[in-house]
């Protein structure tokens, strides 16, 4: 386990998945991650790559042939490379391998770069190719925030907060978790999305068409809040289990795929690439207020 820390926070990162396992905000004692019960939900903010969401089939078709994908990726069952750490600062590495090479035939260096700073906290994702061809790919983030904060709270005493005014509109997914192409709206109190346990007993709500490049986990209670900023992602996923005691802020660069046939990845919605010899970087950032 790897702990950063400074006068605000201390945060854990596991080796597998690279994946966050703590965000405590030492002057108040409360812990900001979802501790994984595993009766509800295991995670506590697993990073995706070298894909986000489902693929049709468990599949990807990369250069005319398909190779078995499963949803979100296989980075958060990959074991990482610790190859920098210090009190406030950590870099994971994941290198291309005969075992990643049976789901994703590229060479790569999947690089999660963890960088503490008074309250915030920023994620980058560092795409290294080292192949002789363009390397397409999604990637994403998945951190289940804790919520309520404190104990004599409700779920219902909290909203998410988006930075601008927005007419929301959630795509729709399908049971097996592919866009049907079908849109909702999503009712809203000005900038806030108030939480509820009915929120998502339709799957995840996935924006693509957001003003707001931040948002914000706060509640009607204190002033205490999570703020997550996306300068660099286009799509926003918010989920949680019905009734669970979190709520997801995604920040993603690529999405799920629709229902219907199985395309390349080049043509997968929102997909990203990295020319031969050059290197891809998106950041996001967690503050707690």
Known sequence: ???????????????????????????????????????????????LFPVVGGCLNNQVLIDGKTYPMERHGFTRQSLFETTESTTTHAIFSLRSSVVTRVHFPYEFDFQIMYELDGPRLTVTYRVVNQDEKTVFFSVGAHPAFAAP??????????????????????????????????????????????????????DALVFKNLASRSVSLRSDKHDHAVTVSFPSFPYLGLWAKPGASFVCIEPWLGCADSEGELKPIQQKEAIQQVGEGEVFEAAFTIDVK
Request: net charge negative; no cysteine.
């Open 149 to 202: 904060f404190f104990v004599n709270e409700n779920l219902e005493d909290y909203f998410i907060e988006f930075e601008e005014a927005e007419d929301l509109e959630t795509h729709m997914l399908s049971a097996g978790g592919y866009f049907t192409g079908e849109t909702k709206p999503v009712p809203t109190e000005g900038h806030r999305l108030p939480l509820t346990k009915h929120l998502f007993d339709e």
């Open 1 to 47: 386990m790897t702990i950063l820390e400074n006068d605000h926070l201390r945060v854990s990162i596991r080796p597998k998945g690279a994946e966050l396992t703590s965000i405590f905000h030492k002057p108040t004692g409360i812990e900001h991650l979802w501790q994984a019960d595993a009766s509800v939900w295991g995670w506590h903010a697993p990073n």
